[in-house]
């Protein structure tokens, strides 16, 4: 049997199963395939094309120079170049590993090729797709803390034996403090364009010209792995002592503060979640690291990333769907293009956005999917555009965030109730209400912060079902002290602006 590798895009790993399989004398062909129709398909943060197609040339480039056969094509589409890559060199079966996106599996079990293709498993996480699904059928709810605290255990993460290291499993009331004083974080590591980014950026100026959505200027994105290494380190030593505390917080300027910045090559396998946990954890014994901060971020890595991918492939396809309120405003236009709102708080989450194609967590949690929840806006238009516009969006974890804990379009499956907030949050945990236009303590005068508007007309208007979800009653009951008139006016003003947007 003559067999050959195809890489995948998202899969830039040297771990690799199909490399590491086979025997270092008969080195089977390697393709990797540059989609130019890929960049078609939805309309991508330009930022975004550029850190796949430059990271999967310098990962062709690496593997050329460790002495593989590798044809790197860039083309219209998959199949064709697939195709001619099997005839050329008379393949009998094409190796690859099981993409983590069911859409793309699905169109690639629709292509008649000359050969099979033979699926190996994904092992770009630390649990297998089976072990994830045995786990979940397993049990009657699907907690994260109960899905992370059997992670922990099982690979013996930041555990005395039995016990979890300093006696507490959770950290959280140690960490998310709101953003007081000066705070200076570390400005991130940057990685100025070399000559074959530069060839990359230049195609993509071609493939989405001015008008398509993102900055391509100031690209600074990581694309090998040893850059991103050079990332992983960085955060170790200068932003994961102080991760913790300022986890939620959010300050205009300081877009990234202690956060990792991990996600981008994670999810193109550059980096493995098993080394980034190990590197935290050693890092934590050896240089004394508070353990507030240092279990915060692994729970991120080790439960939160492992569990959403995990939920995606159990809820399955039709989770896509999901719209448990029925939500139908279209997405407003400011979401491409940020100069298009005077709401303070979105305006900079956008711009930010535009810039880099990154937010973290909490301002793509609590501004963009909280104002898109009480607004009503449509989860499969929010979803399609987190998808866009984020260097580090791909379906497996796109659904699970946007749909189920952004949104809660799936009714709880998920999460227990929708993160929905009125300014009350975002003037404590942001500095974005000091420089607005609009009035964060009204909810119902002309200049009343449309947060407030909308948070207040979400709870009216799903009020009925909320009521079953036993962690809404408070707020819930926070509406007996508005009066019927009040009311009237608030759900008057969120109706006109939804007609405004043609909702
Ligand atoms: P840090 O704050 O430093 O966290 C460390 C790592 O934990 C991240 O790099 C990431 O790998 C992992 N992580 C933390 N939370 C999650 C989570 N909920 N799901 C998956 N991984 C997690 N993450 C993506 O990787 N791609 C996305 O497209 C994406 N879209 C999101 C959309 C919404 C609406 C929400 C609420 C969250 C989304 N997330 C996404 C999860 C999370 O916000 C990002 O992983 C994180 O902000 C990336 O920045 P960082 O690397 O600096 O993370
Ligand atoms: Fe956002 Fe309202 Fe604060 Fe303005 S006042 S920044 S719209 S929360």
Same mark, same amino acid.
Request: aromatic content about 12%; overall charge neutral.
């Given at each position: 049997?003559?067999?050959?590798?195809?890489?995948?895009?998202?899969?830039?790993?040297?771990?690799?199963?199909?490399?590491?399989?086979?025997?270092?004398?008969?080195?089977?062909?390697?393709?990797?395939?540059?989609?130019?129709?890929?960049?078609?398909?939805?309309?991508?943060?330009?930022?975004?094309?550029?850190?796949?197609?430059?990271? $999967?040339?310098?990962?062709?480039?690496?593997?050329?120079?460790?002495?593989?056969?590798?044809?790197?094509?860039? *083309?219209?589409?998959?199949? !064709?170049?697939?195709?001619?890559?099997?005839?050329?060199?008379?393949?009998?079966?094409?190796?690859? $590993?099981?993409?983590?996106?069911?859409?793309?599996?699905?169109?690639?079990?629709?292509?008649?090729?000359?050969?099979?293709?033979?699926?190996?498993?994904?092992?770009?996480?630390?649990?297998?797709?089976?072990?994830?699904?045995?786990?979940?059928?397993?049990?009657?709810?699907?907690?994260?803390?109960?899905?992370?605290? !059997?992670?922990?255990?099982?690979?013996?993460?930041?555990?005395?034996?039995?016990?979890? *290291?300093?006696?507490?499993?959770?950290?959280?009331?140690?960490?998310?403090?709101?953003?007081?004083?000066?705070?200076?974080?570390?400005?991130?590591?940057?990685?100025?364009?070399?000559?074959? !980014?530069?060839?990359?950026?230049?195609?993509?100026?071609q493939v989405s010209p001015e008008g398509g959505y993102g900055q391509?200027?100031?690209?600074?994105?990581?694309?090998?792995?040893?850059?991103?290494?050079?990332?992983?380190?960085?955060?170790?030593?200068?932003?994961?002592?102080?991760?913790?505390?300022?986890?939620?917080?959010?300050?205009?300027?300081?877009?990234?503060?202690?956060?990792?910045?991990?996600?981008?090559?994670?999810?193109?396998?550059?980096?493995?979640?098993?080394?980034?946990?190990?590197?935290?954890?050693?890092?934590?014994?050896?240089?004394?690291?508070?353990?507030?901060?240092?279990?915060?971020?692994?729970?991120?890595?080790?439960?939160?990333?492992?569990?959403?991918?995990?939920?995606?492939?159990?809820?399955?396809?039709?989770?896509?769907?999901?719209?448990?309120?029925?939500?139908?405003?279209?997405?407003? *236009?400011?979401f491409w293009d940020a100069d298009k709102t005077d709401l303070n708080?979105?305006?900079?989450?956008?711009?930010?956005?535009?810039?880099?194609?990154?937010?973290?967590?909490?301002?793509?949690?609590?501004?963009?999917?909280?104002?898109?929840?009480?607004?009503?806006?449509?989860?499969?238009?929010?979803?399609?555009?987190?998808?866009?516009?984020?260097?580090?969006?791909?379906?497996?974890?796109?659904?699970?965030?946007?749909?189920?804990?952004?949104?809660?379009?799936?009714?709880?499956?998920?999460?227990?109730?929708?993160?929905?907030?009125?300014a009350n949050y975002i003037h404590k945990m942001s500095d974005y209400?000091?420089?607005?236009?609009?009035?964060?303590?009204?909810?119902?005068?002309?200049?009343?912060?449309?947060?407030?508007?909308?948070?207040?007309?979400?709870?009216?208007?799903?009020?009925?079902?909320?009521?079953?979800?036993?962690?809404?009653?408070? $707020?819930?009951?926070?509406?007996?002290?508005?009066?019927?008139?009040?009311?009237?006016?608030?759900?008057?003003?969120?109706?006109?602006?939804?007609?405004?947007?043609?909702?």
């Open positions: 049997m003559t067999f050959g590798i195809w890489i995948l895009g998202n899969q830039l790993s040297p771990s690799h199963p199909a490399l590491q399989q086979i025997d270092e004398c008969e080195r089977p062909p390697i393709l990797l395939i540059e989609s130019l129709g890929f960049a078609c398909d939805r309309p991508y943060h330009r930022q975004k094309l550029v850190l796949v197609w430059s990271a $999967m040339r310098h990962f062709a480039a690496e593997l050329t120079q460790a002495g593989w056969d590798v044809t790197y094509c860039i *083309e219209e589409t998959f199949a !064709t170049p697939l195709t001619d890559w099997i005839n050329r060199y008379r393949l009998s079966e094409v190796w690859l $590993m099981e993409p983590e996106d069911i859409p793309f599996k699905r169109r690639l079990e629709r292509y008649e090729l000359p050969c099979p293709l033979k699926f190996l498993d994904n092992t770009l996480f630390l649990w297998s797709q089976t072990e994830f699904l045995d786990w979940a059928k397993s049990r009657k709810s699907l907690l994260l803390e109960s899905f992370y605290r !059997t992670g922990r255990k099982r690979f013996q993460v930041l555990m005395n034996g039995k016990e979890p *290291e300093g006696g507490t499993w959770n950290y959280d009331k140690h960490n998310r403090q709101p953003p007081k004083g000066d705070l200076q974080p570390p400005k991130p590591l940057s990685f100025p364009p070399d000559e074959v !980014t530069q060839a990359v950026i230049e195609q993509v100026k391509i200027k100031g690209f600074a994105w990581a694309v090998t792995r040893s850059q991103a290494l050079e990332v992983l380190d960085y955060f170790l030593q200068e932003q994961l002592p102080q991760f913790g505390p300022y986890q939620d917080a959010m300050v205009t300027r300081e877009e990234t503060l202690w956060h990792s910045l991990l996600s981008p090559y994670l999810n193109l396998g550059l980096l493995h979640p098993q080394e980034v946990i190990q590197s935290a954890e050693t890092a934590y014994h050896q240089r004394n690291l508070p353990i507030a901060s240092v279990e915060g971020f692994i729970r991120q890595v080790l439960g939160w990333r492992e569990y959403m991918r995990g939920l995606y492939l159990h809820f399955g396809p039709d989770y896509a769907q999901s719209n448990w309120f029925d939500h139908d405003t279209p997405l407003p *236009e400011f708080c979105l305006h900079q989450v956008l711009k930010q956005v535009e810039r880099s194609g990154y937010a973290h967590h909490i301002q793509r949690l609590m501004i963009l999917g909280n104002f898109a929840t009480i607004a009503g806006l449509s989860p499969q238009e929010v979803e399609a555009w987190f998808h866009a516009a984020f260097i580090d969006g791909y379906d497996w974890v796109m659904q699970t965030n946007v749909l189920g804990m952004a949104l809660f379009a799936d009714g709880g499956r998920l999460a227990t109730k929708p993160y929905a907030a009125s209400c000091q420089n607005c236009r609009y009035d964060r303590r009204s909810r119902s005068s002309d200049n009343a912060c449309p947060f407030n508007i909308f948070y207040w007309d979400f709870l009216l208007r799903h009020r009925d079902r909320l009521k079953d979800l036993g962690r809404m009653n408070l $707020m819930l009951s926070h509406l007996k002290r508005i009066s019927p008139t009040e009311q009237a006016q608030i759900q008057q003003r969120a109706q006109d602006w939804r007609a405004a947007q043609g909702g």
